[in-house]
């Protein structure tokens, strides 16, 4: 007897026709269940490189906080209150989730900043710089030398803001884009009386880290050994902190024990991702539900048919069938239409992995087109998983 014809023998005398509703359900649900886990694993997956992943998404500033001492109606008169001491770096350095610690120094010798052209804008300029590591976007020229006539300055992108939507239309003044904020230039008066020196900078490039003004950390040191007051330029009222995870309880503890303030926007997306990691948990826990209830159905109705057809499977056994042969058979049988399944849950997640890469863009942020590794891997286990189940049941169900 041929194998086609075996097969035919075997689909009429085993899988005899019957009302599949149950089958279809099982199938629905399987599909839903598998659908809202791979979405959970990719919502999750997704935030987290947003946040800690790639180095264009660093623009979030989850990690990096700019901290500083609460200025207080007992303090505010004291202006070396609010200053960091080495006892207060070196303990923050082993507090809970920090990671790596950034001095932020000042300028301590006057600036004064002279825009002309169409915008005639004279004001005093402060100046910061931290270490290089910590700037979210680091220009290609990021630096400077004594004697050199150009500097380059990193400035806020609220500043930007501020100036575009507060100050220019309230002045009759025209608002800027980032190109054309970066081809004006700035003359810089450094220093004070008859000793002083004039540099021309340029902004090269906008921060959302860092609320101010940056300048290479060699001007700064030059500037306040140069023009300013003798240890002044030891003095640190701000530090950059990188911290693994911001939301932690005990780090927000720590934090206000020892009077510490930071930017609360600076948390913002720490906590969107607690808020993002109970959904995507909840979204997880069902499910999970809606896949052990369709996996049920479906393990059910596969034994219900093998207990239709038990005088079959029984007159086949007896002819020299072997229950392996016959297990395998009936898997053969309903693993297309478990592959099937998965393969249609797949493809929504696809989908929904490529509109979400092409909505962050417009963010300026970036995702991948593909599902990241966690996405393959739950998909892969939970099939596996299921395959097994399935197999295991027919098996059981034949040798019963």
């Known amino acids: 007897m041929s194998d086609i014809v075996q097969k035919k023998m075997l689909k009429k005398l085993l899988l005899r026709s019957q009302n599949r509703s149950r089958l279809w359900a099982a199938i629905a649900a ?9 979405l959970s694993v990719m919502i999750w ?13 660093d623009t979030l500033g989850s990690t990096y906080l700019v901290i500083g001492k609460k200025v207080t109606e007992q303090n505010m008169g004291n202006a070396t209150a609010t200053l960091f001491t080495p006892q207060d770096i070196d303990s923050l350095k082993i507090a ?9 120094k000042s300028n301590y010798f006057p600036v004064y900043a002279v825009m002309g052209g169409k915008l005639p804008l004279a004001t005093d300029l402060p ?6 590591k910590f700037i979210d976007k680091m220009p290609a020229d990021w630096k400077w030398e004594p004697g050199s006539v150009y500097l380059p300055i990193i400035v806020s992108s609220q500043f930007l803001d501020v100036y575009n939507y507060v100050f220019a239309p309230s002045q009759g003044l025209p608002q800027l884009s980032e190109a054309s904020v970066k081809s004006l230039a700035l003359n810089l008066k450094v220093g004070s009386g008859d000793n002083t020196e004039t540099v021309i900078a340029h902004v090269v490039g906008f921060s959302d880290r860092i609320g ?8 700064i040191e030059y500037g306040n050994k140069k023009y300013g007051k003798p240890g002044m330029s030891d003095r640190l009222s701000q530090l950059i902190v990188k911290a693994k995870d911001p939301s932690d309880v005990k780090f927000a503890n720590y934090l206000e024990s020892h009077n510490y303030t930071t930017n609360s926007q600076n948390l913002r997306w720490s906590k969107i991702r607690a808020i993002v990691e109970v959904v995507t948990g909840a979204t997880g826990i069902l499910a999970l539900l809606l896949m052990g209830i369709g996996t049920l159905v479906f393990i059910l109705f596969i034994e219900l048919t093998i207990a239709r057809a038990q005088h ?6 007896q002819l020299g069938y072997s229950p392996r042969y016959l297990s395998r058979f009936m898997t053969n049988r309903f693993l297309p239409m478990i592959l099937g399944t998965v393969l249609a849950s797949m493809a929504i997640a696809f989908a929904a992995q490529v509109a979400a ?3 962050v863009q417009s963010q300026g942020l970036v995702l991948s087109t593909l599902p990241g590794w966690p996405v393959w891997a739950a998909l892969l286990l939970s099939t596996a998983i299921l395959i097994g189940l ?6 059981d169900a034949i040798k019963k």
């Open 312 to 317: 079959s499977v029984t007159l086949l056994l």
């Open 96 to 104: 809970p989730q920090v990671e790596d610690i950034g001095l932020i």
């Open 45 to 57: 997956w997704n935030f987290r490189e947003l946040l800690y992943g790639k180095s264009q998404n």
């Open 212 to 219: 101010s003004v940056l300048a290479p950390e060699s001007f």
């Open 30 to 38: 399987l599909c839903v269940g598998t659908t809202l886990l791979l």
């Open 127 to 132: 100046l910061e710089c931290v270490p290089d």
């Open 390 to 395: 399935v197999n295991k049941s027919i098996s």
């Open 357 to 359: 890469s092409i909505a």
